[in-house]
């Protein structure tokens, strides 16, 4: 199970870290991303990391100010969100699948384990 927190309120321009841990198993050969869906959208692409190497991806929007970092002992995977703009205001989802290429990474098809929604709004 995946365990999503660090959703809140915060003001353009503020900061949120975003949570991710994995209960009960660990991440080892997992690629690890977040989504975010806005209401009556679609559900985007935002960051992925590949849990073994550490390699990251960056939806373009979110690329220099979203940091995605890993904390093994912890096994938890972490999305740092700067800069924070209020079309950054949606619910985002950590998703996780060990079957994961990178033409697939940003497709949320490709992801057979999901967390629970956390809400981000940002405000003016």
């Known amino acids: 199970q995946l365990q999503a927190s660090g959703g809140g309120l915060v003001q353009a321009g503020g900061s949120l870290r975003l949570s991710c841990a994995a209960s009960?198993?660990?991440?080892?050969?997992?690629?690890v991303s977040w989504f975010r869906q806005a209401p009556g959208k679609e559900r985007d692409f935002v960051a992925g990391?590949?849990?073994?190497?550490?390699?990251?991806y960056y939806e373009d929007s979110v690329r220099g100010r979203f940091t995605l970092s890993r904390d093994i002992a912890k096994n938890t995977i972490y999305l740092q969100m700067d800069s924070l703009k209020l079309e950054d205001t949606a619910a985002y989802y950590c998703?996780?699948?060990?079957?994961?290429?990178?033409?697939?990474?940003?497709?949320?098809?490709?992801?057979?384990?999901w967390g629970q929604g956390t809400q981000v709004t940002v405000s003016s």
């Open positions: 009960g198993s660990t991440f080892s050969g997992y690629a």
């Open positions: 990391i590949r849990w073994n190497g550490g390699h990251t």
């Open positions: 998703a996780a699948s060990s079957r994961i290429i990178t033409s697939t990474i940003r497709v949320p098809s490709s992801y057979a384990y």
